[in-house]
C-alpha cells in the first residue's frame, strides 16, 4: 500500500523560512515526477512545485525564486524548502507523486497523495 507523509509544517513569521519534507513509503517511484502542491482555505489545490527523477523542476511563479523543491531518490523522499515567507503562502501543503516523469502542474496528472501539512505565516 502507498503512503506519502509529509512533515515540516508549523507556524513562522513574514520572511522566515520552513522546509518540508514527504516520506513516500509501500513502493520506489523509479521515472515518477513527484510533486508540491498547496490548497488555501475554501480553494481548489494548486500546483507549487514538482522535480523528476533525475532532479530536473518545475515551480509555480508565485513561488519562484523563493521555494526549492528536491528529491532523495535512494529514500523515496521529496522535500521543500521554503524561504522568505509570505502571509499569502499559508495554506495546507500536499506532496504527490505524478503518473509518469514529466513535470505538471495539474492535479490529475498526479496518482498518489500525502495527508498534507499546515503552514501558516503569521506575525
Known amino acids: 500500500q502507498v503512503q506519502l507523509v509529509e512533515s515540516g509544517g508549523g507556524l513562522v513569521q513574514p520572511g522566515g523560512s520552513l522546509r518540508l519534507s514527504c516520506a513516500a513509503s509501500?513502493?520506489?517511484?523509479?521515472?515518477?515526477?513527484m510533486g508540491w502542491f498547496r490548497q488555501f482555505l475554501g480553494k481548489e489545490r494548486e500546483f507549487v512545485a514538482a522535480v523528476s527523477w533525475r532532479g530536473d523542476s518545475l515551480y509555480a511563479d508565485s513561488v519562484k525564486g523563493r521555494f526549492t523543491i528536491s528529491r532523495d531518490n535512494a529514500k523515496n523522499t521529496v522535500s521543500l524548502q521554503m524561504n522568505s515567507l509570505k502571509p499569502e503562502d499559508t495554506a495546507a501543503y500536499f506532496c504527490?507523486?505524478?503518473?509518469?516523469?514529466?513535470?505538471?502542474?495539474?492535479?490529475?496528472?498526479?496518482?498518489?497523495w500525502g495527508q498534507g501539512t499546515q503552514v501558516t505565516v503569521s506575525s
Open positions: 504527490a507523486v505524478g503518473r509518469s516523469g514529466l513535470l505538471r502542474t495539474v492535479t490529475g496528472e498526479y496518482i498518489y
Open positions: 509501500g513502493q520506489t517511484f523509479r521515472g515518477n515526477a
